[in-house]
């Protein structure tokens, strides 16, 4: 199954994709519009025939609901309308703190940062979810 896997933020979204049981970064988009994000977003999952969308869903630490996982929400509201793919939410806790290691032990440079890290988080999402599926079976 083809999947993407989504890091949505205000300024900036990860993308990542899969076609297996491993994640990859596929790139950062710099936030415009929502019609163009998610215009953006439905090409690549019309491209790349993804049957399933997997968003971070960013809950405080406790398990409560962040401030931004309304924003994610009312954003893959409007993805809904524009593709054909399931959307799941997954927990996405400490994968910016994961993203951070990565880059870090990686020795990237603070100018790559910026979008990398999105991207990043993106993989760290969808291959989280993709081993909790591993696990299931």
Same mark, same amino acid.
């Given at each position: 199954?083809?999947?993407?896997?989504? =890091?949505?933020?205000?300024?900036?979204?990860?993308?990542?994709?899969? @076609?297996?049981?491993?994640?990859?970064?596929?790139?950062?988009?710099?936030?415009k519009?929502?019609? +163009?994000?998610?215009?953006?977003?439905? *090409?690549?999952?019309? $491209? *790349?025939d993804?049957? *399933?969308?997997?968003?971070? @869903?960013?809950?405080?630490? =406790?398990?409560? $609901?962040? %401030?931004?996982?309304? @924003?994610?929400?009312?954003?893959? =509201?409007?993805?809904?309308?524009?593709?054909?793919?399931?959307?799941?939410?997954?927990?996405?806790?400490?994968?910016?703190?994961s993203? %951070?290691?990565?880059?870090?032990?990686?020795?990237?440079?603070? $100018?790559? +940062?910026?979008?990398?890290?999105? &991207?990043?988080?993106?993989?760290?999402?969808? &291959?989280? @979810?993709?081993?909790? &599926?591993? *696990?299931?079976?």
């Amino acid at each position: 199954m083809n999947r993407l896997g989504l =890091d949505i933020g205000k300024a900036r979204i990860g993308i990542a994709k899969s @076609y297996s049981i491993l994640a990859s970064n596929l790139e950062t988009l710099f936030c415009k519009t929502w019609t +163009k994000d998610t215009n953006h977003i439905a *090409e690549i999952a019309k $491209k *790349e025939d993804i049957q *399933e969308i997997v968003v971070g @869903y960013p809950l405080n630490m =406790d398990g409560t $609901k962040s %401030e931004m996982c309304e @924003y994610v929400e009312k954003f893959c =509201d409007m993805l809904k309308t524009k593709v054909t793919a399931k959307i799941v939410f997954v927990d996405e806790r400490l994968s910016s703190i994961s993203a %951070e290691h990565i880059m870090h032990s990686s020795n990237v440079k603070t $100018k790559q +940062k910026k979008g990398l890290i999105d &991207q990043i988080a993106a993989t760290v999402i969808l &291959q989280t @979810y993709l081993d909790s &599926q591993k *696990e299931s079976l």
